[in-house]
């Protein structure tokens, strides 16, 4: 597969932007001249009930309608509509054309003067594979596409290389003062250490092109810093030639050790911009650590989709053939300088106090200690840094919830970016145009003084009508398109909050999952089934009344449009918010197709008249706190 070819497939199946691209500007219009006929109807209506009929807008209603519908304060609201007389209603035409118009607001300044752990991270696992875990294609592109995307947490499994031919010897450099320079007899060509997901049936891509890759794409949307989580599976030899490229490829990027390393506190964000964290095993001097090595013909044949991680699979198969103590070249080991992987035994093991440590919890791990220690938990992770991923079982490249644990305080939630689900919308609406890092709710911070108590919130939306809606992956017949919205609002449970929300009173809206400290509480709505890919909802309402809001910066809503067929509803569409950037009054909701489109209606006239055009939906937002 091509780059090029990667790019479209990846494009296709994951998130456009995870974290890191930059959001249209206020003024830019994007949608002017090309409203359906039913969103433009509805629109006029909407200038009609603030002029009052037929006549133009005075500045005086202008001004009402920015300030106490749009809440937009007066400088920016002559920004969007001019400053006349009379605004008629091309100029709200205008106004309703542009990304001031979006529900989601751009993202505010972010405080970069706090240390790393008080930010949440926007984090990959197995990013070198595009698709399946087992027997997937591997690609570099896969570190160039979601750097771009905004992630800043990506992982690297290392393995020992091959070499490639028979000759004379060729010497690698020395590192080390206790290890002899590597000598490879058998090739002219040294080897070089290779990217794999060791025991499968994946590809392997080289160790060095991916270095090549994270450098070249590391800082093009963001200058925040970037972790490169090793895995390492490496003989000594090999753990040489992995430093020189890592040493000859990053260069400035890297973090300069400092005097006190072993006692030093965690920088602010701002002082790491563009700087590559290297999260490496972490040993002291002498020390030696398991490193697990290849092991050739495992047997992949057994299934392992309906395996839990107790129980065996072919990576733990391998390990049992495999374990062999191996020491960590120490200047290796010392690259990781702000991000010691150290493995986790319990919160009051010696490195759980070291400033610097790192623990990686599997997904079953962590859900034990949440559990067990909830409040050790979310208390370490105010001070530290942690680490989650996924259980081995998700082959398909499926992935967890990721708020409880967000809600825990954990800073790199890695997520599989290789498909499109819920996780991934949540990821996206936690970091989408913040640079990948985004500030942790003041209860989950290093220097949390006291605890803000929960805000309660009516909230409701009001949809008028949907323009170019997409229809479903494999749909072509838009006139058999039903589509209706559903609704969720995920409210997460912060750690010592006194959380005593109540499901929703409205005819649509219910509450599920159990009470569990860290389960979000969901409230689910739905509209009613429309008609075609612009359909009218004539100003239907959907409520949720009553919600204990702690933290609104971790509190989503996600919009799925789905098709009302005989069988499963087919996905269609959706868009993720979160609340904190979810703007009042009218609104355009904007969509990302499932088939990973921007539309797709069936019919080529419209397709075509309309190919710069997302799926929308005309909204208005109501937010009451009391």
Sequence with gaps: ?????????????????????????????????????????????????????????????????????????????????????????????????????????PPTAQDTSHPLSDYFVSSSHNTYLTGHQLYGDASVEGYKEVLEKGCRCIEVDVWDGESSGKGTEDEAPSQGENVKPWKSYESTTRAEPRVVHGYTLTKEVSFRRVCEAIKEAAFTKSDFPVVVSFELHLSLEQQEVMLEIVQSTWGDHLVALPPDSENCALPSLESLRKKILVKIKYTLPNEDVILIEPTPNINLSSSTSSADEGHSTPQKAAQKHSKKKVSILPELSQLGIYTRACHFSSFSQPEASMPTHIFSLSEKKFHDMVEKF?????????????????????????????????????????????????????????????????????????????????????????????????????????????????????VPTIPSSSRSASPSTHRNSTASGTTAPTTPQIYKAKTRTRQGCDPDFSA??????????????LTFLRFKVKDDTLGKDELAAWAC??????????????????????????????DLASKSEKGVLLVKVEKKWH
């Design 540 to 553: 239907e309402r959907l409520a949720f009344k009553n919600v204990q809001i702690a933290a609104p910066g």
């Design 577 to 606: 918010i979160r609340l904190d950037r979810l703007r009042e009054g009218y609104r355009f909701i904007e969509l990302t197709s499932a088939g990973g489109k921007q539309f797709g209606t069936g019919n080529k006239q419209l």
């Design 1 to 105: 597969m091509s780059s090029e070819e990667f790019k479209v497939v990846r494009r296709a199946r994951a998130l456009h932007n995870a974290g890191g691209e930059a959001l249209a500007e206020e003024g830019s219009n994007r949608k002017e001249g090309s409203q359906s006929p039913t969103v433009r109807r509805h629109l006029e209506g909407i200038y009609k009930s603030i002029s009052g009929g037929d006549k133009a807008l005075d500045r005086k209603e202008a001004d009402a309608f920015l300030n106490g519908v749009q809440h937009v304060d007066r400088k920016l609201g002559l920004e969007l509509l001019p400053d006349k007389n009379e605004v008629d209603f091309e100029d709200f035409l205008a106004y309703a054309s542009s990304a001031a118009f979006d529900a989601l607001a």
């Design 374 to 490: 909830p409040e050790k938990l979310a208390d370490h992770n105010r001070r530290f840094l942690m680490r989650a991923y996924p259980k081995g079982i998700r082959v398909s490249s499926s992935n967890y919830d990721p708020q409880p644990y967000w809600q825990q305080g954990v800073q790199m939630v890695a997520l599989n970016w290789q498909g499109l689900d819920a996780g991934m919308m949540l990821n996206e609406a936690l970091f989408t145009g913040e640079g990948g890092w985004v500030l942790k709710p003041p209860a989950l911070r290093s220097s949390v003084a006291s605890h803000t108590p929960p805000q309660t919130l009516d909230l409701s939306i009001i949809f008028y009508a949907g323009q170019y809606l997409p229809l479903p992956p494999g749909e072509k017949n838009q006139r058999s398109f039903k589509p209706y919205v559903k609704v969720e609002l995920r």
